[in-house]
Structures are given as C-alpha cells and as structure tokens.
C-alpha cells in the first residue's frame, strides 16, 4: 500500500522524450518521482496539461494551489507555451518564469525560459537548468561546463552567471551515420576499442579538414582489410568528436572542464578532453536537474532553503 | 507498334537503386534502352537474372547467345556474384571481368569489377565504367575527375590509369543532416541562396574546424533570427562541401577538375571548385556509363568500333 503524498510543490523536468515529476516538501526535498513517455514531442499544445495532471493529480491538496515549476522542452515553440529565451550573459535559472494561464485550479505552472546567445547565434532548454543546479553546489565556480547528449552544450561559468556557449550536433551526427548511413553495416554491435578511439580523436582533432575522407575510409577498410566493427565504432566516434573538440578548443583550452554525467557519454567526454590535452572532472549528472529547479524554486518563490 | 530490335550484346548498369540495360549493335551503337527498379538493393541473388530476363528477354536471338557485359553493384558482395576489385593503378576497366557461370543458354554474363585502393583505402563500383567512358573520347587525358554524388569520388588519371581516388560521404550527410536531423525544420523545401552557399563554403574550407558548431548555428539563427530556409540550406551545403574540398585538396589544387554531370550536383561541384580557387570543366555526365561499357567491351571482346 502506497504513503499519500501531498506536494508542497511539483518540480517537472519535460523534455522532448520524457516528462518527470517530483513532489516537492517545504524544506525542498523531493517526497515522491513519477515519469511518463508523454514527452513533449508526443504532444499537442492542449494535451500538456492532461499529460500533467494524470501523472501527478493525487499529489495535490484540494484546498490549495499547488506551485509546478516545469523546464525544458515543454516551452519550446512547439511545446505548451513558448517560455522567451533569456539572452546570455545571465544567471542560468531563477530570475525569470512564464506562467500558464488558465489552468485547473489546483495548480500554478510556471515554466522557466531556456538561454540564448545573439552572436555566434546558439540556444538552450533544460540544460541551463542543470546548470543552476551544479551551482547550486558550487556556488563560487568559474569556468566551463560540457553537457554531452544528442546536442552537446559547451558553457562558459563566471560570477554566477553562463557568459557563453556552444552547441555541437556531434551525438546526432553519430547516430545518423552509425545507425542510417551505409557505414551502419561497418560500425554494426556496441563494442568499443578505446585505443582506436583515442588515435582517430587525435587525427580528427590534429586535421579537421581530413574528416570527411576517414568516413567512407571506415566502410573500405570494412571491405578490404576486415576492419573490426569494434574499432570502426570507435574510430567514427573519435571522427566526431574530434571536429568537436576542434570547435570548442576555447572551452577546454584555458582550464578545466566540469563534465556533466558521470557514466556513457560523461566518460567519453572526459576522456576525449584528457586525450587532447586538457583536464575533465566528471560530476554524476543524476538529480542535477532537480536540484536547479529546487534552486530556481527558492529563487522565484522566496520558499525556505 | 514497336518495331523488333534483336541486340548484338547487351549493356547493363546494374546499380544499388536501378537497372538499366541497353540493345548495342556491331558497331557500338544502343538500339534501344530499358530501366527497371530492380536495384541491387532490392534482389537476393538468385534474383538478378530473372530481373534481368525479364526486361532484355526479347531482345535475344534464341538461335545464338548473346553477351551481356554489366557493371556497378551487380558485382558486390551482395550482388549477383562478387567480382573482386582490382588494385589501382590499373586501367579503368575492359581488362578484366567475371563470367556468372550457369546463366540461361541464351545469354553469357560477365561483370566488370569495381577499383581499389590499398592505402588510404578506398573503393568504387560503377563509377571506373564512367571514368573508363570519358577516357575512350580523351584517350590522352592526365588529370583528377570527380564524379559527384551519393558517395562522390575524386580520381587522379595518368597514362590511361586511374593512380588513385578518394571518395567523401558529402551527398548521405547531408541528406541525412537534411532530411532527418533537427536542421531539417530550418532547412525545409527545396530553394538555394548562391551567395550563402559560396560564403559556408568559403569559411568551411578556410576553417575546417569550426564545422560542427556551424551545423547547430543553422537551427539557432532559424529559431533566433528568422534565417531563410533557402539560406540555412545553402549553407548546410556549403558546410558540408567545404569539408570535402579540405580534404579533397590535392585534387583541385595543382590543376583542372574535370566534373562528371553538366547539372545539379555537378553544376554545384564545379561553383565549389571555382570558389575555392581552382578550375572546373563540366562534362554531361549521361552516356558515360554506356561508353565505359562499349569501350570495355570492345576490349574484351574484340568487337568493332
């Protein structure tokens, strides 16, 4: 038999894939989690809310209105209600949120903007969220974050506030090639051969230019010399990442790196930044996007800490 | 009423999407043409000659057999019969094919195989047919062709030899990047901005680095600052290509490209190449493959020219 909890107040974490939810109690510690598919790629504009209240209504005190604090996709332009980007440099989350009009009753949703940047043009949703939350912990830190994923964000930390980022598309790149491409048939299974990863990140990174020949040179040496599909993985994975860090040499150049995420990709990351040079602490991503809405939460409602 | 046309051989291009065949008579000439999709995508092995009976059957004199001399990936390994490639330099084709044992008593098949490259390695299929059909109206040619397309190649030609080639997966990514990333909303339709695309170029090629934080840019500035779908297009292109250029540079900067295809694709290589400071001579492109097949039948078979 399940304990009724009764939300102080909802935290929601609404990507494209997935919707997550915590009820909240006062001193910002989560009572209950519930997660859902109906990400907001799934939805329409007015199936958010239904999406909503089926996943958390019995967490609601009747006589009361009960604060959601949502980020992430979910205010995205094709999400329930377009949150404005807030334009960098600014605190990541906390001074600013959209709030949904004419909602049930028992509920208040706010949803918190995601970041931009003018020049070069770049944008974040949910990320800058966990971001909140590792300052949360780190209040005094200065430097860059990675975020690695299917759009990797690369941000710049100083005086509490992201001062810059960039956003690499290499995670969906990977999956394209590995996965539709005709190179699919070299690259086939998951296994791994770290030392080829390591060699094909330093050529990538060393000769960007020469990318785009070590791609079909994977399916040729597939054909001709029985390239593993271990090492053809990990040598595109290296291609891709390479290019990457070619690109934001600026943010893992000048000091180290905070690594968010501390398994999979997380690990790749960090070792990808160790190979070319630089230095990566990895930090156990898990509950970091709680944590930044718990923060942005206090922020925006005054509640105690 | 069609009249009867009786072939003296016949010419197929067996590709991985198509299947085109065409009546020659003694002097080299084409009677007549037919195409079917019966790619070799499409076909388990021991479908090809049914496929191929069934759009050429007539065109046999049952009191002889008739020979039929095909190429591309008819002859890969998972095509009707897998005919090994051989190592450049050699001649494009006509010195070699692979004879399909236990075909119908009407027709004797043989399959012209493909071209590899040992170190960097590299393969192709169908395009040294091509290649072999611009050689036998330049016979004196020495230079670098590049035949643009789904998996473009570049090929340095010598003494009647092709001395190597590189192939760049330019055309699947970015039909993949496309058609089926998150830049397929910025870059929907079908339009062009030349001076978009000459300036991606230009900046892809100067600074291959930078490409992959140029990708996500696409989707920021559609999001951000309304950038046109024909512009984002243009410079994804412009992105992708520049790569290729970059890596591609030994081909196009010590002399004249000769760029197989007077439209489209080829007409876009041959405004890369220019833009990138070297030289372009278009070629049309259609009725090549036909006199790569004449010629090397000629060769094998001592017909007349």
Known sequence: MAA????EWIAVDWGTSNLRAWAMDRDGTPLAMRESD???GRLKPDQFEDALLALVGNWLDEDRITNVLACGMVGARQGWMEADYRAVPCSPAGSDALLVPGTDPRIRVSI???LMQEQPADVMRGEETQIAGYL???PGFAGNIVLPGTHSKWARIAGGEVTGFSTYMSGEVFGLLSKQSVLRHSVAGDGWDASAFRSSLRESLAEPAAAMGGLFRLRAESLLHGLAPDAARARLSGIVLGLE????REHWETGPVVVIGASGLGKRYAEAIEVAGGKAEQIEGEGMTLAGLASAYNQLHGGSK
Request: aromatic share 0%.
């Open 4 to 7: 009724t909890v009764t939300a």
């Open 38 to 40: 109906k990400g907001m």
């Open 112 to 114: 918190l903007p995601g």
């Open 245 to 248: 860090l070619a690109a934001a």
């Open 136 to 138: 949360a912990d780190n």
